[in-house]
């Protein structure tokens, strides 16, 4: 029995610093697991960054060895960090940026640490965790061998709106959840660059992905079949087409439709398809602007609106739509409530928009 414990720990050990030396290997970025995987930009302070957060109440607990593992010079330990008044975050890959620069500001994290810190496990995982109480284990703070406490639940996600399977989850766990907007973006429509068609209307965007309309010609462009790509169930910017766009018109099966999992490998597909114009997929406008860019797309303007930030402030702009911070309701007035009543706040506010986002306020 003692061997067999002795051994567990010797494949825990060497699994953790697996774990590890793959992140330190990176210069700046974290490994490519979870949202990472949907990003290709760096994601750094910008050079007019500013502290904003003094004597934060949200902070990091009680840090210990965890264990130790072998470097060519000896042993080197490595260590576990409570979350203390600090939330475990969990979220969307577009809302990477944003809880970066909350580890900024609050824990003063260099780029690289806050980026490594940021790893969101991707909307649907990050809505079961916060619904289960399960943690988000993806969390390490590199320049100190630090984990973060892996027992600890998500407290708070941010994350798009949540999809029907995601609300009927929480009701079967009797978990009530608080969805409360937090920003502006955009849910946008990119096609390749060259095709020549600018603007759909939001009829002809609902009559594509439905079926009923199959050719670019019939919405003013070449004689080309339309290539439409989708997202799979459950993904963020699925769920906003569902909701926001189509609104109860069924869409065409994934068998009969191109179906990206991935933001990425979406952008990708619009972007290369045989090196032609004849494709159309969905995004956010963040997303396409930071976090994954791609010279090849461009965005369609939608009922004859561009989503500009002043036509989202305004909401002329037909798909404007929110990030949301996501709390338990019984948290309310715990660590994940709190956090969520500080990112409502003039100063939650101002790193919010600081990180590239459009603020409330």
Not at 145 to 161: G, K, M, R, W
Not at 171 to 191: G, L, Q, R, S
Not at 242 to 257: A, S, T, W
């Amino acid at each position: 029995m003692k061997k067999k414990m002795i051994f567990t720990a010797c494949i825990f050990a060497a699994a953790v610093f697996m774990i590890f030396f793959n992140r330190r290997n990176e210069t700046g970025e974290p490994d490519r697991t979870g949202s990472w995987s949907q990003i290709n930009q760096s994601v750094e302070r910008s050079k007019n960054w500013k502290k904003i957060v003094e004597d934060s109440q949200f902070q990091l607990g009680e840090r210990r060895v965890k264990g130790s593992w072998n470097v060519p010079n000896g042993k080197e330990d490595y260590y576990e960090i409570k979350f203390g008044t600090y939330p475990s975050l969990d979220g969307s890959t577009v809302a990477i940026p944003m809880a970066a620069e909350f580890a900024r500001q609050h824990l003063g994290l260099s780029d690289e640490d806050a980026n490594d810190f940021a790893s969101f496990s991707t909307t649907h995982i990050a809505y079961e965790n916060l619904i289960t109480k399960a943690p988000n284990t993806l969390s390490i703070i590199r320049s100190s061998n630090t984990f973060l406490d892996e027992s600890h639940p998500v407290d708070l996600i941010i994350a798009t709106e949540p999809s029907d399977e995601e609300i009927a989850m929480a009701e079967k766990e009797n978990v009530e959840m608080i969805v409360t907007p937090v920003c502006y973006d955009a849910f946008v429509f990119i096609t390749h660059k060259d095709n020549v068609v600018e603007n759909l209307t939001t009829e002809q965007i609902q009559k594509i992905y439905s079926g009923e309309i199959t050719n670019w010609k019939e919405v003013g462009g070449k004689n080309q079949k339309i290539k439409a790509y989708q997202r799979e169930e459950n993904s963020g910017s699925q769920t906003a087409m569902e909701n926001m766009v189509m609104k109860g018109i069924p869409m065409l099966p994934p068998n009969l439709i191109k179906v990206a999992a991935g933001m990425g490998m979406l952008v990708e597909a619009v972007g290369e398809y045989e090196n032609s114009q004849s494709s159309i997929g969905y995004t956010y406008k963040y997303y396409i602007d930071t976090l994954y860019k791609n010279e090849n797309i461009k965005v369609l303007n939608v009922d004859g609106v561009s989503p500009e930030a002043e036509n989202l402030r305004n909401k002329t702009y037909p798909f404007t739509t929110n990030y949301y911070g996501v709390i338990r309701k019984e948290d309310e007035q715990k660590t994940g409530g709190k956090f969520l009543e500080w990112m409502l706040s003039q100063e939650g506010q101002d790193c919010i928009e600081q990180a590239g986002y459009i603020p409330l306020k």
